[in-house]
């Protein structure tokens, strides 16, 4: 199976970047954006600007496609199942980009685990203000083989094929649920902190408390995975602590973001994840508790 036909559902300031860098790479494959309603006679009359550039992709509420990129926001994707399922076929592969690491089981009981190719994307610092979409960084997507599917090889061959005629940032795991794991240790130190204290990346990179405090709700994921089995270290930490002393010191992130604008914060797919794993252990995670109360108590103040 050739994959030239490509959907994204999800066109926040991921999935719209990722139209961007497709488009702009000048790919031959069909390219559309899955949305109805209201939301989709927005974006056939507005299109999308992204780094000052309108881009007018497709838009269907159906259809037929060899990949879909899912980039909703977590709490949207049991909402977005029926749209999802009207585009979805037999030879469909689905690739979650979703923060946390729950939405490939969801997925994958619903289509089927062979369908569903675990991925992430990380790097990417698009921004989205007053409208218009903007990233310098395109980041790369991480990708590997379901270890709840019989056999992907096939597939995993013809996707590696496509990205590398995308556009996109790509790399092949070989641990792919570490690397979902990774981050989601980031997602839950960085997002969570961010959000609470109001910090762009610069102030990680200067202020040594807020760096511990981000280090602290990270810790507590490393143990949930010793716990789980799913091969974070210490050393993760600190390898992330590098990657972010690169990072434009403006830069912020999705939660932040999302507090920001007044949006829905992804605190459950996080802290909360967090706290309920952790119950089946028996471990206590007080950072990431107070780390879910505090952002509940700034969105309730909005």
Same mark, same amino acid.
């Given at each position: 199976?050739?994959?030239?036909?490509?959907?994204?559902?999800?066109?926040?300031?991921?999935?719209?970047?990722?139209?961007?860098?497709?488009?702009?790479?000048?790919?031959?494959?069909?390219?559309?954006?899955?949305?109805?309603?209201?939301?989709?006679?927005?974006?056939?009359?507005?299109?999308?600007?992204?780094?000052? #550039?309108?881009?007018?992709?497709?838009?269907?509420?159906?259809?037929?496609?060899?990949?879909?990129?899912?980039?909703?926001?977590?709490?949207?994707?049991?909402?977005?199942?029926?749209?999802?399922?009207?585009?979805?076929?037999?030879?469909?592969?689905?690739?979650?980009?979703?923060?946390?690491?729950?939405?490939?089981?969801?997925?994958?009981?619903?289509?089927?685990?062979?369908?569903? @190719?675990?991925?992430?994307?990380?790097?990417?610092?698009?921004?989205?203000?007053?409208? #218009?979409?903007?990233?310098?960084?395109?980041?790369?997507?991480?990708?590997?083989?379901?270890?709840?599917?019989?056999?992907?090889?096939?597939?995993?061959?013809?996707?590696?094929?496509?990205?590398?005629?995308?556009?996109?940032?790509?790399?092949?795991?070989?641990?792919?649920?570490?690397?979902?794991?990774?981050?989601?240790?980031?997602?839950?130190?960085?997002?969570?902190?961010?959000?609470?204290?109001?910090?762009?990346?610069?102030?990680?990179?200067?202020?040594?408390?807020?760096?511990?405090?981000?280090?602290?709700?990270?810790?507590?994921?490393?143990?949930?995975?010793?716990?789980?089995?799913?091969?974070?270290?210490?050393?993760?930490?600190?390898?992330?602590?590098? @990657?972010?002393?690169?990072?434009?010191?403006?830069?912020?992130?999705?939660?932040?973001?999302?507090?920001?604008?007044?949006?829905?914060?992804?605190?459950?797919?996080?802290?909360?994840?967090?706290?309920?794993?952790?119950?089946?252990?028996?471990?206590?995670?007080?950072?990431?508790?107070?780390?879910?109360? #505090?952002?509940?108590?700034?969105?309730?103040?909005?």
């Amino acid at each position: 199976m050739n994959i030239n036909k490509i959907a994204i559902l999800g066109a926040g300031a991921v999935g719209a970047s990722m139209v961007h860098q497709i488009l702009s790479f000048g790919t031959s494959d069909s390219l559309s954006i899955i949305a109805d309603g209201v939301r989709a006679g927005r974006y056939r009359r507005d299109g999308f600007r992204v780094n000052g #550039e309108t881009i007018r992709p497709d838009i269907v509420e159906s259809g037929a496609f060899h990949l879909i990129l899912v980039a909703t926001k977590s709490y949207n994707l049991e909402n977005a199942l029926p749209l999802l399922d009207q585009c979805v076929s037999e030879d469909t592969l689905v690739m979650s980009l979703l923060n946390g690491i729950i939405s490939e089981t969801v997925l994958g009981d619903r289509y089927g685990h062979d369908r569903v @190719i675990p991925a992430m994307i990380l790097g990417i610092d698009a921004l989205r203000e007053d409208g #218009e979409i903007s990233y310098m960084n395109r980041g790369v997507i991480h990708y590997g083989r379901n270890p709840l599917a019989e056999d992907q090889q096939e597939k995993l061959s013809h996707l590696t094929d496509w990205f590398s005629r995308s556009g996109l940032g790509y790399k092949f795991s070989d641990e792919i649920t570490s690397t979902l794991w990774r981050k989601f240790m980031i997602n839950v130190g960085m997002n969570q902190t961010s959000a609470v204290l109001g910090a762009a990346y610069g102030r990680y990179q200067k202020d040594p408390e807020t760096l511990e405090m981000m280090r602290q709700a990270m810790a507590e994921v490393v143990e949930l995975s010793r716990l789980e089995g799913t091969g974070l270290k210490k050393s993760d930490i600190d390898n992330w602590i590098e @990657i972010l002393k690169t990072l434009d010191p403006e830069g912020k992130t999705s939660m932040l973001q999302d507090v920001e604008a007044g949006r829905r914060t992804e605190v459950e797919i996080f802290a909360g994840t967090v706290i309920t794993l952790a119950a089946r252990h028996g471990l206590e995670v007080p950072v990431n508790l107070n780390l879910q109360n #505090e952002i509940i108590r700034i969105g309730n103040k909005q």
